[in-house]
Structure formats: structure tokens, C-alpha cells
């Protein structure tokens, strides 16, 4: 199995070498040459198996460079001590209908987790197999979640080092001091001035920027991403979906067969495209609901087929989905066009030179069979939180509550009640003041304080690994402004840390 770049697809990698390199040079990003399918019979027998055995086999489709034993071992390392139960990503019935995937009960709590605790294991063993005996330095942007689970993957990980961008003025506070009290000596955090767009462009650029480049070289190191342009992160996403219908299965919830919807509360578009992946590869999934909050260009795109980031720019309760730049849908719009790099490359130059792209009605079209779209603001999402902690006595978070809303109201305009499952992507404790309020009224303006008193209200326990949080002191208070994200990362990355 190869991979080839959006922008380029006569440029043809294996996956560690696509794993090492993050984005390809032409500024695209790496997808499978082709899309493997699963055999006849092969959910059935994934239904019997655990997890680590189930993501041993789907990684081994596309990344045919790797031996079964090194997936094994990276899936053993990565999902059976840093998890709270054995079953890293359990799924919680609610109702007739909804299943609710908890993708997070890993080290930070929210889904990055999945893919960030085993990137790392892969991009060791891919430097071994590929690299050019350079250190790697992981340069990421974050809306929130990814800068800590990348920033604990990677903690003294040998061979590498990692950069984190963060809107300073757009994570939550709890997300904030996650990153800031960071351990390590290997990790750099820093606040950029600017929302989470400005500073995911910023590091695009730095990224393909030859002068920056040529100062890593000079010190024996190259850049790679923990974003989720990076394969290493979007395959062990397309794991979990795989699993979660297997797990149906083998619940006995579901006849292997049976279609079942997905609805994903969406920013980059890298966890629903991986969901979209797996659909491909023979899931029975039906609709795609991709939930979007006030920040709804997906929303529009999905309908209209015209991509437009020139509006105003939401900060919400759901800041992980605060986004109006969603990289990952640059992999489907390639797919779509019939893998047509030169069509996605001029689309992208669109997008960087006015802001916007349209597609063509064809693309349209496909999308309209696959996927349905919708948007929530701040109170529908709270409403819905509320409903859930009512009816059910289960509580959500603000991101994972849009996408019920979301699938909600699809399911009221559409009659379309199959089963679905959502993604819930965070731990209610990771946004407690938003929660607090949609199940109480109360405004409470200590996040500490109102995690304390969901714990009365729920019984359900803060994670350690958040509660700790208020004792320690922040170690990274840095911040800088758009133009000095190069020069921040010039004086991190010359000589040896
Ligand atoms: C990152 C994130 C999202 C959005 O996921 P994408 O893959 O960027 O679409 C949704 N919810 C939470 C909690 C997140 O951390």
C-alpha cells in the first residue's frame, strides 16, 4: 500500500515515510492510494476479537510496510495501560436508538487521545524503517484537545521534540493549564494571539518554509505533524469506527449487516473523514451526520457545495470545534473528483488566495448521498446536555452534545431513525462550567468549583487527571503574536534539548 499526496498523486510513499513527513511537500496531504476493503465475513470474525487484535488488522491494510508484530506491540503500548478499562473506547445505549461512542477515557480526556497515544509508537518505528537518522520535531496547532494529547504522547519520547500552538484566548481553561503545566524535556508550549485558523495557517507555513527547514537540517532535525493531516493520526480513527460496529455485533445490538448512522461533532473534519473511510472500506454506515456549531461552514458546504471562510468568527462552549478552515476535507473533495490533484490544488489556492472554493455539482452530489449536515449554537447544545441528564442521568460535554442535537433535529426533518452512533469526543469535566450551567442554571466562574458540584448533582467522579489540575503550577506562560511563531520555533529547535 502507497500514499499518495492530494497535490500530487504521482508522488507515491509507504505509510512510515508519509507518517514521518506529516504534510507533503507540495503542501497537500498524504491519503491511500486506494481505499482497502474489508473481506466477507471480516466483521464478524473482528466481533470476536479485542481491541488492540482488531486495530493489529486494519492497520496492517494500509500500512503493509509495518510487520503485524510492530502494529500489535504499537496498539498494545498505546491503548492498554493509559486507558481506565480495557476497552479503551466503550459504548454507552441510550434510548432506542443512540449509542454513544466515549472515545474518551484516555490521558487527556477528550478523543485525540485515540490517535495521539499511538502516533508516537508509530513515528518511532517509522524513523527506524524510513528516517534519515534526523530528530523529528512534532510542530502542531491546536484548537485545544490536540495540543495536550499530542504534548502527552510524546513526553520523552526519544528522537523527538514538540511545539504547540495554541489560540491563547480560545481554549478553555482547563485546556489552557493541561498544556501549561505540561511535564517533559522534550515539549514547548506557547499562546498565540489570534484564533485557532490564524494559527494552524501560520504553522502550515512554517511547515514548507525552506528557510526554516534548512535550520533544521543544519541541526540534524525535520518537522512532522500531530495534527489530523498527519495518516498516523487518521487511521487509528477509522479503527474505532470499525470496532464500535463490531462491538454492535457482538452485543447482539445489531445483525452484521445492518445499517447503522454515525453523527460527529466536527472542526477539521478528520474525525468524521475517518468514519467516512470506513464506510468505504464496507461498514454498513449509513448517513454521515456532520454537526457543526456557530461556526457552521461545514454546514453550508455540505448543503451547497460552496466553501466559504469570509464570515464572523464564533468563540463557543464547544472551542475544539471553533474552526472555519477544515483541513481534512481536502481528502474527501480528492476522493470525490475522481482523485483529481489538480482540481483539490487549485480549490486550495482559492481558499488561500479569497478565502473560498466552490466544487462541482458531481461533487455535490456524492456528497448529498453520503453525508447530511447541520449546526447548533450554544444553547441548543445545553438544552440537549440537559435533556440527557434528565432522561437518562447521563451527562455529556458541550462538543458532544452538539452532535446529538444535530442528529436530533436530522432525525426529526428526515424520519430517518435508524440506529446511530455518536462520537463523544471529551469528557463532560474537560468544559465543567458550561455543563454545570446547562444542567442547573447556575453560573459557577471557578471551572474547579463547578466540576465539584456536577460530581454532587451526577455522582460521576472528576478524572484525576483533571482534578489534579487546580494544585499545579503553570510552567509554559508564553505567548506571542502570529509573525513570531517562526522565530519561536528558530529558538527552540538550534541545538540539542
Ligand atoms: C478536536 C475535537 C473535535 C473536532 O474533531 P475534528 O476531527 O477536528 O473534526 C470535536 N470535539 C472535541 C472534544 C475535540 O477535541
Redesign the pocket.
Known sequence: MKFQSTRNKNLRLDSAETIIKGLSDDGGLFVPVEIPVLENGEISELSKLGYCERAKRIFAKFMTDFSEEELLGCAEKAYTENFEDEVPAPIVKLGEDIYMLEL?HGPTC???DMALQILPHFLVKSAKKAGDGKKTVILTAT????GKAALEGFCDVEGTEIIVFYPKDGVSKIQKLQMQTQKGKNVRVCGVAGNFDDTQTAVKMIFTDENIRAVLAENGKSFSSAN?INVGRLLP?VVYYISAYADLVADGEIEDGDVVNVA???????????AYYAKKMGVPFGRLICASNANNVLTDFLSTGEYNANRDFYLTE?P??D?LV?S?LERLIFELSGKDDEYVGKAMKDLREHGKYSVSEDIITKIKEVFAAGFTDDEGAENRIKMLFDEYSYLC?T??AVAVEVYEKYKAETGDCRKTII?S??SPY?FPRAVLKSISGEIEPDDFEAAKKIEVLSGLPMPKQLSELSEKEPRFKENCKREEMAEFVLSTVGGDR
Open positions: 474518551w477528550a478523543f485525540k484548537s485545544g484537545d490536540t489530523s480513527q460527529v461533532p466536527t472542526g477539521n473534519f478528520g474525525n468524521i473523514l475517518a464547544s475544539s470545534m474552526i477544515s481534512n460535554d462538543h458532544t462520537a469526543t471529551a474537560k
